[in-house]
């Protein structure tokens, strides 16, 4: 299965440690990596290039820290501008349908906070929701997220371990959809 990691992150080789750990795994055992802020700092997306690449993928990981609840802006300009009405959605628009998608998503709070009715009052889950319904509406299958809560406080065992855990799920042959109400 042909497998490639969008990650988006601003300081991939500056402030991020868990972010670097979990992407250097998946380039070392030779997964398509592709660092979207080095290659787009100015936020002007090859769309050609891009769905070019998303064409030739079975399995997407959109890997990135959880900004205020939600993806980086990058990730959003990246959405929306490669996955245009007629091509990803839309009555034509069929080039994703049958893939899979995994986020991969590193929220800086422990996984305790992230709990129905205490701390952040959701879960990590429930703050992915619209990348879920993205799923669905370009026809992707939405595998259930890998998530590396507590990336804030994390010793660099803790990282390499986690690192570890994210290239065995993202290359496992058979993974499981997350169901609409999960």
Do not use: C
Request: avoid cysteine.
């Amino acid at each position: 299965m042909n497998t490639t990691v969008f990650v988006f992150h601003p300081s991939l080789e500056g402030s991020s440690r868990v972010n670097k750990k979990l992407s250097d795994a998946a380039r070392q055992i030779g997964l398509d990596v592709r660092d979207m802020y080095m290659i787009y700092p100015d936020f002007r997306i090859d769309i050609k290039r891009e769905q070019e690449v998303l064409t030739h993928t079975d399995r997407i990981v959109l890997q990135f820290p959880m900004y205020w609840y939600s993806t980086p802006a990058l990730l959003k300009q990246w959405e929306d501008d490669v996955l245009e009405y007629g091509w990803a959605y839309g009555s034509t628009g069929t080039a994703l349908r049958g893939k899979e998608l995994i986020v991969a998503v590193s929220p800086g709070g422990s996984g305790d906070d992230y709990v129905h009715g205490s701390g952040k009052n959701y879960t990590v889950t429930d703050l992915l929701r619209p990348l879920q319904a993205t799923s669905n509406l370009i026809g992707t299958k939405y595998i259930k997220p890998f998530i590396t809560a507590g990336a804030s406080g994390m010793t660099d065992g803790e990282a390499a371990r986690k690192a570890q855990e994210y290239v065995e799920y993202i290359t496992r042959g058979q993974l499981e959809a997350l169901g609409a109400y999960e």
